[in-house]
């Protein structure tokens, strides 16, 4: 299980720090990934972290503007926000699969979502 938390109403220029705290299942195993959804959108990869931490990978929308990490001795992800954007506006879920994939079918866990939105 994941849980997603930190989301908000922040205005454009602004940062958030969402987390993701997971139960239930090895976490150093799995990779962990941010996806956004925006109505009327789909589902899109924002970022993420190899088990180990060491490799990371972002969409090019959020590239230089947001940083994911983990602690997998407290079993959290985190992804650090900045220089948010009226787009970046959605729901964000964290996700963990046991493979880096971009398409979230390969990911076997979910949070629930943390809305995210950025206005002025």
């Known amino acids: 299980q994941l849980q997603a938390s930190g989301g908000g109403l922040v205005q454009p220029g602004g940062s958030l720090r969402l987390s993701c705290a997971t139960s239930?299942?090895?976490?150093?195993?799995?990779?962990i990934a941010w996806f956004r959804q925006a109505p009327g959108k789909e589902r899109e990869g924002v970022a993420c972290?190899?088990?180990?931490?060491?490799?990371?990978y972002y969409a090019d929308t959020v590239k230089g503007r947001f940083t994911v990490s983990r602690n997998n001795p407290e079993n959290t992800a985190a992804l650090q926000m900045n220089s948010l954007k009226p787009e970046d506006t959605a729901v964000y879920y964290c996700a963990a699969s046991e493979v880096v994939a971009a398409d979230p079918k390969h990911y076997d866990y979910w949070g629930q979502g943390t809305q995210v939105t950025v206005s002025s």
């Open positions: 972290v190899g088990s180990s931490g060491e490799r990371t």
């Open positions: 239930g299942f090895i976490f150093d195993d799995y990779a």
